[in-house]
């Protein structure tokens, strides 16, 4: 073989074993999930996030219960990260708020919630609001959390003696978009 046709063949082998480089990940599958909070078919995944931050939690007098208090959500505030690390957005509230480093934000209303093991806020699965502002979460029509880290009710104790109280917890989740195809 001449040296030319070994160049060719390096550089054609070295081609061939980046190929597989920037090739987009695989899309996000539902298939694991309870049935309750799978994503209605005629969507498809727009945009995959990992949350990461705090969920606040107030020490509260249990409704029509007399002298029954509980740890009640607040809100999170969390960075919204793309599968490489880089924040693309930012979760917070009340209201429950997704909002994009572009501006563009939406709220959402809970259709449901299914156990994700012990410690661990629950999956959910919530029917976007329309979104305020162009950009990124425009056309959004659900966002399922999923893969959560965390993020339950303190164990503290609650009651009437540290009653509005208010505890931070650590948590993290995959934040999944869809909109409708």
């Known amino acids: 073989m001449t040296i030319r046709t070994l160049t060719v063949l390096a550089a054609a082998a070295g081609l061939a074993a980046c190929s597989g480089m920037g090739a987009k990940p695989p899309m996000y599958s539902q298939a694991g999930l309870p049935d309750a909070v799978k994503v209605p078919a005629g969507h498809t995944v727009v945009m995959e996030t990992v949350g990461?931050?705090?969920?606040?939690?107030?020490?509260?007098?249990?409704?029509?219960?007399?002298?029954?208090?509980?740890?009640?959500?607040?809100?999170?505030?969390?960075?919204?990260m793309d599968r490489a690390g880089k924040q693309v957005g930012k979760y917070y509230g009340p209201p429950a708020t997704w909002e994009s480093m572009d501006g563009s934000k939406l709220t959402a209303t809970q259709v449901a919630v299914a156990p994700a093991g012990t410690g661990n806020i629950p999956y959910q699965l919530v029917k976007a609001n329309p979104a305020m502002g162009s950009g990124a979460m425009q056309g959004v029509s659900y966002i399922q959390r999923v893969s959560t880290q965390g993020g339950v009710a303190p164990a503290a104790a609650c009651g009437a003696s540290n009653m509005g109280q208010k505890q931070v917890v650590k948590y993290q989740a995959d934040y999944i978009f869809y909109r409708a195809v």
Do not use: S
Not at 52 to 72: F, L, S
């Open 52 to 80: 990461a931050g705090d969920i606040t939690y107030e020490c509260r007098a249990k409704a029509n219960m007399p002298g029954q208090h509980e740890w009640v959500f607040v809100g999170p505030d969390a960075r919204l």
